[in-house]
Nanobody, 116 residues
Framework: QVQLVESGGGLAQPGESLRLSCAAP????????MAWYRQAPGKEREWVAT???????AYVDSVRGRFTISRDNAKSTVYLQMSSLKPEDTAVYYC??????????WGQGTQVTVSS
């Protein structure tokens, strides 16, 4: 059974940075586009960023220019470097396969809280 493991969250002040990691063993990682999602309290889960199998990134408008998605195929790991954090970035962050039909079970996510 595939298990996604997100890590790297925590408490940050506005303007600070955090780097999230997501290990995805047991899937054909190299051939899959991977994505980060987030779910804020009381809101639905939303897409944040995607990286294609070849490394091409895409971002939701609210994070473009502040977040950077990357991947290490040798480690089956996808990363999300988050800079210039804002309180509205507070959420639980998840990763998964970007293609809906290829998604695996969601992991526990990692909590990011941005507050002064």
């Amino acid at each position: 059974q595939v298990q996604l493991v997100e890590s790297g969250g925590g408490l940050a002040q506005p303007g600070e940075s955090l780097r999230l990691s997501c290990a995805a063993p047991g899937i054909s990682f190299r051939s899959l586009s991977m994505a980060w999602y987030r779910q804020a309290p009381g809101k639905e889960r939303e897409w944040v960023a995607t990286i294609t199998h070849s490394g091409g990134p895409a971002y939701v408008d609210s994070v473009r220019g502040r977040f950077t998605i990357s991947r290490d195929n040798a480690k089956s790991t996808v990363y999300l470097q988050m800079s210039s954090l804002k309180p509205e970035d507070t959420a639980v962050y998840y990763c998964n396969v970007a293609t809906i039909g290829r998604r695996v079970d969601w992991g526990q996510g990692t909590q990011v809280t941005v507050s002064s």
